[in-house]
């Protein structure tokens, strides 16, 4: 059984297509997405419908921060920037859209693994995992083997051993890793729709159960096109270009 | 001897107490093989040899069972070695290795089923020290082809010493033992896990006693260790059992083995000083470049490294120490790959007989923008000399003789301006004439031989001639595993025989 785990698709159809039918060739059959379904892309109401979907097929799914946001609507203490986005996607959504974003929890555990969208020591702070002390801090909250977490858009795999020590890695796109049981593991499968360190490929990871295995997939989409889409809706223009050289 | 030096706490040389492995025996099955015999009772693991359940036919590999040593209640840290070579061991491939089967995981039995590689390591030889100068350079260059070919795969070893090294029954090199290797490719187990540095004594590179893991040249310094073994009987920086004492090869330099070996000759010492350089940008760069020399001594350039006969003076050496107190090494996250890229063989095969001036040119200025590009790279000018599939004593009489200088140097003559462009400093430029009857035969033995990365060539003008005697260019294309470049002259430049003075009227 292979898994998909896709993470910050926020908005973006074109790259979420892509993913979709990447992991779908690579026999995913399972998929459990991370939250941050919206917010920055031009497609909310097509990614939002899609994660409905497959949801409804059996995919766990866990709120963001940006869905919670869109939920809520904007607030005074907001950047004008952040308000404008978030006004804008709520006004795409429909009744049923957003109920379905208001309905998603928290966190989601599944055998020995934990889903959840930022950390397990507190899902609804969004606090950053942003070293080796913040992995272990939320791997060391949890009984589960396997934590995979959205909100960091990079992707990176953490390990904690028996010992108390921890490793990070950048992995290498396409290399499967493995993820033996006896340690504990911390799976940022870096953002579908919107990349951040510098190659503008959509991130994804899929985890194959029969050969305890790993692999984080990178996926090169039509980033023009949701750039032009994003430039069209008026949203803020640094929401396209920075699709575009993955910053 | 060859003490690992791990934290004392992890117990990595623990005896007792090792409760799953005392439950295994002959006639035991674990997942789908069955135990036959034990055949070794190591430090942290255990070797037996067996056999698959349910195996087919009488084609199958021998195949041992390599079981980590677990001692009971203790830090569960002492296995990570294991659980790194039960990481790589199956990302590798090739002859160079033996053939992962299987492995278990430590939530059951922990185990790897591998390839049984028959025969000694390379252990046992050390005693036999100092060997037939003939056998220290097979060995060198066996080691260093299997050695580059890892490196290929994105892996560090960091433990190459004799014992991790054997031998098929071909002379294939076989490396063992990734229990602290580092691939790229993977997360590496061991960085965090521990407070000392990790290798074996005697052939730890000094970037290793400074926590360096990535570095394939650290490979080489450890290859240079154990010729310098070979070669003088002696270890170049005894066997330290402390940091402190690791931390010397930081600044001692070792006695030159002509000093403690007189006919060691003087290019071999100048490969083993430069392997064993503290600075890895003062070694080879690559594996396969070492290899290169110790096939082709004759064409090294030697330095003063060759010529020295005792080890650095009084002041020199304060100089060093002074320097290397709290030194840190560089702090450069190169890859294993970006190393072997920066640091390719390009191979020209210059037809010097046969072709034309305007393609000689060409060829010339395609390999120096080649060569331009990579600042590590080698070149090796490569010419053919055809000879007679019969009668090859000819090649000794005098004729032959003048015939293989008279090419030589018309060789390094073609190369000159290339040599003068990008001022080709330390070895970096080869020159080889080879004697065979089949042309594009030779060219790739001779590719394969030396790890050559990139091939570039030129291609014979005239079709007609093309179709008359075949073209080497093609068959080289069609045959080899690298990459082939193929140079054209220019239009116009073949047609004009005036502008080719004394060159036959065909192309290469």
Same mark, same amino acid.
């Given at each position: 059984m292979k898994t998909a785990f896709l993470s910050d698709l926020h908005a973006n159809r074109e790259a979420v297509e892509s993913v979709l039918e990447h992991a779908r060739a690579q026999g995913a059959q399972r998929w459990v997405l991370l939250g941050d379904f919206v917010g920055y892309g031009a497609d909310p109401a097509w990614v939002v419908d899609q994660v409905r979907a497959l949801v409804r097929q059996g995919a766990m799914a866990v709120m963001g921060n940006h869905d919670q946001a869109v939920v809520r609507g904007s607030a005074p203490g907001m950047r004008p920037e952040a308000r404008f986005v978030i006004d804008w996607t709520r006004a795409q959504l429909d009744a049923n859209q957003l109920d379905f974003l208001a309905s998603l929890p928290m966190q989601q555990q599944h055998g020995d693994q934990l889903y959840v969208h930022a950390n397990a020591w507190a899902p609804g702070g969004w606090d950053y995992i942003q070293s080796r002390g913040d992995a272990v801090r939320s791997l060391q909250a949890?009984?589960?083997?396997y934590t995979f977490c959205g909100h960091m858009h990079e992707p990176k795999l953490f390990n904690l051993s028996g010992t108390g020590k921890a490793g990070d890695f950048v992995p290498t796109p396409g290399v499967p890793i493995p993820v033996p049981p006896h340690r504990q593991w911390l799976i940022i499968p870096g953002s579908a729709g919107q990349p951040r360190d510098g190659n503008p490929a959509a991130c994804y990871a899929l985890l194959d159960e029969a050969t305890g295995t790993l692999t984080f997939q990178r996926v090169p989409y039509d980033h023009e096109t949701a750039g032009a889409k994003i430039r069209a809706a008026d949203l803020p223009q640094r929401l396209a270009s920075r699709l575009e050289d993955g910053h | 001897m060859e003490s690992k030096l791990y934290s004392p706490s992890l117990g990595y040389t623990g005896q007792n107490g090792d409760n799953p492995v005392n439950t295994l025996k002959p006639g035991s099955i674990v997942d789908r093989f069955e135990l036959l015999e034990k055949l070794h009772v190591g430090g942290m693991a255990h070797i037996w040899k067996v056999q698959e359940v349910n195996h087919q036919g009488d084609s199958r590999l021998p195949l041992i069972m390599k079981v980590p040593r677990i001692k009971g209640g203790e830090d569960p840290a002492t296995i990570v070695g294991f659980e790194v070579e039960m990481m790589i061991l199956p990302m590798l491939r090739g002859r160079h290795v033996p053939q992962f089967i299987a492995k278990g995981d430590f939530t059951r039995q922990p185990y790897i089923v591998m390839e049984r590689i028959e025969g000694h390591s390379l252990r046992p030889r050390l005693d036999d020290a100092p060997l037939a100068l003939d056998e220290v350079i097979e060995i060198g260059s066996r080691v260093a082809t299997a050695v580059h070919d890892l490196h290929r795969q994105n892996l560090v070893h960091l433990d190459i010493k004799p014992s991790n090294i054997m031998f098929r029954d071909d002379g294939t090199a076989v490396l063992v033992d990734f229990g602290l290797s580092r691939h790229d490719h993977l997360p590496d187990l061991l960085d965090e896990e521990f407070t000392l540095p990790m290798g074996t004594g005697p052939y730890m590179s000094p970037e290793q006693v400074q926590f %360096?893991?990535?570095?394939? /040249?650290s490979d080489l310094f450890a290859l240079g260790v154990m010729l310098y073994h070979f070669t003088t009987g002696e270890r170049p920086f005894g066997a330290p059992d402390s940091v402190r004492g690791l931390r010397r090869r930081l600044y001692i330099d070792p006695v030159p083995p002509r000093s403690l070996r007189p006919d060691c000759p003087p290019w071999l010492q100048e490969v083993i000083l430069r392997c064993l350089? %503290?600075?890895?940008? /003062?070694?080879?760069?690559t594996a396969a470049q070492l290899a290169l020399d110790l096939q082709d001594p004759g064409q090294m350039t030697l330095t003063r490294r060759a010529e020295k006969l005792q080890k650095s003076g009084m002041l020199k050496t304060f100089k060093r120490w002074f320097f290397a107190l709290g030194a840190e090494p560089a702090n450069e996250r190169i890859k294993v790959a970006e190393q072997l890229e920066r640091s390719p063989i390009v191979m020209a095969a210059v037809d010097i007989d046969n072709a034309t001036t305007a393609l000689l040119q060409q060829l010339r200025e395609t390999v120096r923008r080649i060569v331009l590009t990579e600042p590590g790279a080698r070149l090796a000018c490569v010419s053919v000399m055809k000879i007679a599939r019969i009668g090859v004593d000819e090649l000794v009489d005098a004729d032959g003789r003048s015939k293989h200088v008279k090419q030589l140097v018309a060789l390094k003559h073609w190369a000159r301006p290339i040599s003068k462009a990008?001022?080709?400093?330390?070895? /970096?430029l080869t020159f080889h004439v080879l004697e065979a009857p089949d042309v594009a035969d030779a060219l790739l033995e001779f590719s394969q031989r030396n790890q050559v990365d990139h091939i570039v060539m030129g291609a014979r003008a005239s079709s007609s001639l093309r179709r008359l005697l075949g073209s080497v260019s093609s068959q080289v294309v069609a045959q080899a595993d690298r990459t082939v470049t193929v140079v054209r002259a220019p239009e116009g430049g073949d047609a004009a025989p005036a502008a080719a003075p004394g060159a036959a009227p065909h192309g290469g």
């Open positions: 949890t009984e589960a083997r | %360096v893991r990535n570095d394939p /040249r350089e %503290v600075q890895p940008e /003062r070694r080879y760069q990008l001022d080709l400093g330390e070895g /970096r």
